[in-house]
């Protein structure tokens, strides 16, 4: 089984910073994109930023040149830096993992799975 553990979230004055992290854990073979989404309450869970094998990013415009988003794949984790926070920031933040993972039954067998994490609350307030 993998399980992904975030960290990082909390209360932030607007134009401060926060870091968030998800590090992954169990029978991993191959990281592929790895992404943060964000739900604010009462609207749909949205995209912020992800990152894929090759190292190529994307972000949402209402984020960008704010937000960082990094991995270390020999950790297993995924960071979002994020930098210039706004009220309108304010969410649950989810990370995402795209993982090549081994199968348990069929040895030598891999199959892509999506694994999410349970949310790190960010709020901005002043």
């Known amino acids: 089984q993998v399980q992904l553990v975030e960290s990082g979230g909390g209360l932030v004055q607007p134009g401060g910073s926060l870091r968030l992290a998800c590090a992954a854990s169990g029978a991993i073979f191959k990281l592929n994109s790895l992404g943060w989404y964000r739900q604010a309450p009462e609207q749909q869970r949205e995209l912020v930023a992800v990152?894929?094998?090759?190292?190529?990013?994307n972000y949402a415009d209402s984020v960008k040149g704010r937000f960082t988003i990094s991995r270390d794949n020999a950790k297993n984790t995924v960071y979002l830096q994020m930098n210039g926070l706004k009220p309108e920031d304010t969410a649950v933040y989810y990370c995402?993992?795209?993982?090549?993972?081994?199968?348990?039954?069929?040895?030598?067998?891999?199959?892509?799975?999506?694994?999410w994490g349970k949310g790190t609350l960010v709020t901005v307030s002043s």
């Open positions: 990152t894929t094998s090759g190292g190529n990013t």
């Open positions: 995402n993992f795209n993982l090549r993972v081994v199968d348990p039954i069929v040895l030598g067998k891999t199959y892509d799975r999506d694994y």
